[in-house]
Nanobody
Framework: DVQLQASGGGLVQAGGSLRLSCVFS????????IGWFRQAPGEEREGVSC???????YVGDSVKGRFTVSSDIAKNTMYLQMNSLKPEDTAVYYC?????????????????WGQGTLVTVSS
């Protein structure tokens, strides 16, 4: 049973940093596609940083140079490090996993989702 749990969101000022964590279980990390997504009120859920099981990767243009991803396989945890945060980064952030390869930023390609964690960036 695949499970994901996102955490680490909160209220930060513009220019600040935040690290989100996603603890996962029930799958082998390298055999699944994983991704970070975000959704602001009234907007579509969009891919932030994704990696398919086939090795292909995606990083959204709006976060390039500011957000980075990492993982600690021994701890079954993936991370999203967010630096130089902007008010437009305000959203609920989700981690997700899909079986085998996926279309990187297509939300329907991912089979399992964490509950999301809210990031609010003030001016």
């Amino acid at each position: 049973d695949v499970q994901l749990q996102a955490s680490g969101g909160g209220l930060v000022q513009a220019g600040g940093s935040l690290r989100l964590s996603c603890v996962f279980s029930g799958f082998t990390f390298d055999d699944y596609s994983i991704g970070w997504f975000r959704q602001a009120p009234g907007e579509e859920r969009e891919g932030v940083s994704c990696r398919s099981a086939d090795g292909s990767t995606y990083v959204g243009d709006s976060v390039k140079g500011r957000f980075t991803v990492s993982s600690d396989i021994a701890k079954n945890t993936m991370y999203l490090q967010m630096n130089s945060l902007k008010p437009e980064d305000t959203a609920v952030y989700y981690c997700a996993a899909g079986y085998a390869s996926v279309i990187l930023t297509r939300t329907t390609s991912y089979d399992w989702w964490g509950q999301g964690t809210l990031v609010t960036v003030s001016s």
